[in-house]
């Protein structure tokens, strides 16, 4: 049976907040071109291994890109806050992988 760890609030918080900036930053990558600066088409050697190509990109536009400035400062923030948080100081070191894992699948438990 998998430990049971007794988060602070903050903590759960900063976890969800994390996980929901990187899923708004996901979608903003699915929505804006390949390459942040305009580029042109390319594609691979015929010759190449591994085939590949891009087509022309526009880049960002302005709104977007400090919109992902802004998502990815965050996610940085949390992420710091997450690591450094004082919880981690209570555990035994080879505790804390596990401890971290459950952390971000806290939703997932069952209440008890």
């Excluded at 992902?68 to 992420?79: F, K, Q, S, T, V």
């Amino acid at each position: 049976m998998a430990a049971s760890y007794d988060f602070p609030q903050a903590l759960i918080d900063a976890q969800d907040e994390l996980a929901q900036v990187r899923a708004e930053l996901q979608a903003l990558y699915q929505k804006v071109p390949w390459s942040a600066e305009p580029l042109d088409a390319w594609e691979t050697h015929e010759n190449a291994w591994r085939k590949s190509s891009r087509p022309a990109s526009p880049g960002w536009d302005p709104e977007d890109a400090a919109e992902i400035a802004r998502l990815r400062a965050r996610e940085l923030e949390l992420a710091k806050l997450i690591v450094s948080h004082a919880f981690w100081s209570g555990l035994a070191p080879a505790d804390v992988p596990a401890a971290r894992d459950a952390l971000k699948h806290h939703h997932e438990q069952p209440d008890s």
